[in-house]
């Protein structure tokens, strides 16, 4: 059964840190390439983070760069979100996928599998 399970989430004030886990079972990590997904209340789901299967290539959405590192542990098959500087407007509920064909993607509908996601609110 294939499972993703996301950890992590919680409150943190304006400037701080999280990161964010993604442990999967049920399929092989290092053949899926990874994305993280946030839906903030009243908004439509948004491409955060990205990463390939075979060399890791990673993408990130503009808001983010610099401040969020995304990462995979193929051996512990868990793919982590590190997030600094956090902002009030990174609030929202954080959700990992799996798309099969290993290829880096921003595009929601490529992605295979979802988790059901983290919370994640920013405030002070």
């Known amino acids: 059964q294939v499972q993703l399970v996301e950890s992590g989430g919680g409150l943190v004030q304006p400037g701080g840190s999280l990161r964010l886990s993604c442990a999967v079972s049920g399929f092989t990590l290092e053949y899926y390439a990874i994305g993280w997904f946030r839906q903030a209340p009243g908004k439509g789901r948004e491409g955060v983070s990205f990463?390939?299967?075979?060399?890791?290539?990673?993408q990130y959405a503009d808001s983010m760069k610099g401040r969020f590192t995304i990462s995979r542990d193929n051996a512990k098959n868990i793919v982590y979100l590190q997030m600094n500087s956090l902002k009030p407007e990174d609030t929202a509920l954080y959700y990992c996928?799996?798309?099969?064909?290993?290829?880096?993607?921003?595009?929601?509908?490529?992605?295979?599998?979802w988790g059901q996601g983290t919370q994640v609110t920013v405030s002070s």
């Open positions: 990463i390939s299967s075979a060399d890791g290539s990673t």
């Open positions: 996928a799996a798309d099969r064909t290993g290829l880096l993607t921003s595009d929601a509908f490529r992605y295979d599998y």
